[in-house]
Structure formats: C-alpha cells, structure tokens
C-alpha cells in the first residue's frame, strides 16, 4: 500500500477514536413521553371530603385505575420519561367510604395558601387527611 493513500486512512481512523463527543452531538431527538393523569397540588387542594365521585372526577378527570376488585378507590398514576433524564412517577389514591370522599393519599399533596414554592425533591408517599372545612383567614 502506498503510503500517500496510508497515512490520510489513518488519520481518519485516529480521528474516529474520539468519538463520543461526535455521538453526544449528533445523538437523535428524543420526545418526552407522558403518561396517565397529570395531578396538580391544586386540583388536590379542591378536594372535600363527603364529595360524590361525580365532583371528585369533574374535579381531577377520568381515574387510570378503577379496579372492579376496589370499588372504593381509584388511582390517578403520572408517567413523565423524558427523551434524556431520570424517568418520574407520581401517584394519587383516592378512596371513598359510601360512594363519598373519606380520604386522599400517594405523593401528590394539596398546597398550603401559605406555604412557599414547591420543592424540587420528590416527595414522599403518605396519608392526606382532607378537612371538613376550608380554612377561612
């Protein structure tokens, strides 16, 4: 092999080595997929308890999961997978005592009229007791 056509082929080779800035450059679009229902604190904070399940879906829309074996609960799950990141989840679970509101869990919370913007961490699972009475300042 001649070594005008040797030399460039390796150039080209060696320049081929350093290539996971080229892939980090050219890597394809990716969308972020969401899924399920998109809950906000405020849709939560509009929940009472002795609500109908009429209200409560007027009120957070059709639930993900309405299990025929748990009449009394339904699950309102999020999905956010972003094209490059960490994969989130959220879950609200609404159960109902008598075809009415008895209580709200999952890691969706309502927000407070007077507490600060949300946190960026993820928030914990737990049990939301929702009050009679709105409070009145």
């Not at 998109?38 to 609500?51: H, I, S």
Request: net charge positive.
């Amino acid at each position: 092999m001649p070594p005008r056509f040797l030399l460039p082929c390796l150039l080209v080779l060696g320049a081929c080595s350093s290539t996971p800035d080229v892939t980090s450059w050219l890597s394809p679009y990716r969308i972020d997929v969401r899924q399920g229902n998109y809950v906000t604190q405020e849709m939560v904070a509009r929940l009472k308890p002795g609500m109908s399940k009429d209200q409560v879906r007027f009120a957070l829309g059709t639930p993900l999961v309405s299990d025929i074996f748990h009449a009394d609960r339904w699950d309102y799950v999020y999905r956010l997978q972003p094209g490059k990141g960490e994969v989130q989840q959220r879950r609200l679970i609404i159960y109902f005592a008598a075809g009415k509101l008895a209580r709200v869990g999952g890691d969706v919370v309502a927000a407070a009229a007077d507490a600060p913007a949300a946190d960026t961490a993820a928030p914990a699972a737990r049990v939301i007791d929702v009050p009679a009475e709105p409070r009145k300042d």
